[in-house]
Antibody, heavy 117, light 110 residues
């Protein structure tokens, strides 16, 4: 069974940083593109970033370029998102997702990031 | 990276069929056969219902079907059931290995 378990969310002040983590199991992690997708409270889904199987390619939505960094550790079946210079509009549930280049096949349950003073 | 356009809401009675549209451009929906549809119940993670325009993952009911014409993709749900009430989102590959989502459609089963 595919499982994606996010952690690392929380309340942070504007300008602050967090590192989100995703522990993957139930599939061969190193075979898949992986992504982060977010959903602001009461709003729709927004693709944030994705990373190729070997980490050699990374892509971001324009609004987070230069502030967020996606990475992965295939030895530990883990996906990460370093989020810096946080803004109130970054407040959202952040989902770890398998795929995310052409489609998302599985989603985690999400971790909430709240940016507020 | 503009969001795809979906109707904010649709509704139908049990047993009826409904269709949700997803309109993009030739740079996303119209340019690739990589349109997907997701179902999201309140407080839950999304679930993939359709991929590559019209393919159903294993375990998804055949009451769900997808199609595309030009820059517009569509999700049709036939034989509406109460448990179909949820939010539905489309997504499309949008060049340079990026993905774009629609704004979402709330389906109400009357």
């Amino acid at each position: 069974e595919v499982q994606l378990v996010e952690s690392g969310g929380g309340l942070v002040q504007p300008g602050g940083s967090l590192r989100l983590s995703c522990a993957a199991s139930g599939f061969t992690f190193s075979n898949y593109w992986m992504s982060w997708v977010r959903q602001a409270p009461g709003k729709g889904l927004e693709w944030v970033a994705n990373i190729k199987q070997d980490g050699s390619e990374k892509y971001y939505v324009d609004s987070v370029k230069g502030r967020f960094t996606i990475s992965r550790d295939n030895a530990y079946n883990s996906l990460y998102l370093q989020v810096n210079s946080l803004r109130p509009e970054d407040t959202a549930v952040y989902y770890c997702a398998r795929g995310g280049r052409t489609t998302v096949t599985y989603w985690g349950q999400g971790t909430l990031v709240t940016v507020s003073s | 990276q503009s969001a795809l356009t979906q109707p904010a809401s649709v509704s139908g009675s049990p047993g009826q069929s409904i269709t949700i549209s997803c309109t993009g451009t030739s740079s996303d929906v119209g340019g690739y056969n990589y349109v997907s549809w997701y179902q999201q119940h309140p407080g839950k993670a999304p679930k993939l219902m359709i991929y590559e325009v019209s393919n159903r993952p294993s375990g998804v009911s055949n009451r769900f079907s997808g199609s595309k014409s030009g820059n517009t993709a569509s999700l049709t749900i036939s034989g509406l059931q109460a448990e179909d009430e949820a939010d539905y989102y489309c997504s499309s590959y949008a060049s340079s290995s990026t993905l774009v989502f629609g704004g979402g459609t709330k389906l109400t089963v009357l």
